[in-house]
């Protein structure tokens, strides 16, 4: 019993989470499909794409830990994309969505060094572009959108340095701009899922 007790105590502490981590993700981003979105296009509502893929990178500085919280400081890239091909003879057009956001974030992280799970958001702008094939951006695919986001996720270390990461993030979007006719498009969220790396 006592050289039990002596081989637990000698166990060495988790490590803290550390300074810095950057993440690398691939993106499941599920576009909205609303009618009102349509139309702020000239859009049928059956053009929209809906699901596609993207990829999402960020980086986050860790400054102080408080209790069992530690404050990271950093920034967020995220671009998606879906392409939608309609069946032939059905009078749809091919249309591509495109999202783009950058925007700095504050993160709430809970755990060890050897992995931890984190609460995160930030509020940045961001582009949302719906375009029809042949047709080129217009007013509307360009303007930048007040965009707040927030999500949570997960890091788990394998090697010292390396770590597989997931996130589930909720995108909020201000309505745009009315623009050529067409009414502006609506005040949206929508969610984007990820999986992939982080480096520290």
Do not use: C
């Not at 994309?81 to 969505?97: I, W």
């Not at 984190?118 to 047709?135: K, M």
């Amino acid at each position: 019993m006592l050289l039990a007790g002596g081989r637990a105590e000698a166990q060495d502490d988790p490590p803290p989470i550390g300074r810095f981590v950057v993440d690398l993700r691939g993106t499941f981003p599920g576009f909205p499909s609303e009618s009102s979105l349509a139309e702020s296009r000239g859009l049928s509502l059956a053009e929209l794409p809906g699901r596609g893929l993207g990829v999402d990178a960020d980086a986050h500085v860790y400054v102080f830990t408080w209790k069992a919280v530690t404050v990271g400081l950093g920034g967020q890239f995220t671009a998606a994309r879906a392409t939608r091909t309609p069946p032939a003879g059905s009078g749809l057009r091919r249309v591509t969505e495109q999202f783009i956001s950058v925007a700095p974030q504050v993160s709430l992280n809970f755990g060890t060094g050897n992995g931890w799970s984190y609460i995160s958001g930030g509020l940045g702008r961001a582009t949302w572009s719906i375009v029809p094939e042949g047709q080129g951006r217009g007013p509307a695919d360009l303007e930048r959108l007040g965009t707040r986001n927030y999500g949570a996720g997960a890091r788990w270390f394998v090697r010292p340095h390396l770590a597989f990461t997931f996130d589930v993030r909720f995108y909020e979007i201000d309505p745009g701009t009315p623009q050529a006719g067409y009414p502006g498009s609506p005040r949206t969220t929508f969610v984007i899922m990820g999986a992939g790396i982080s480096i520290r």
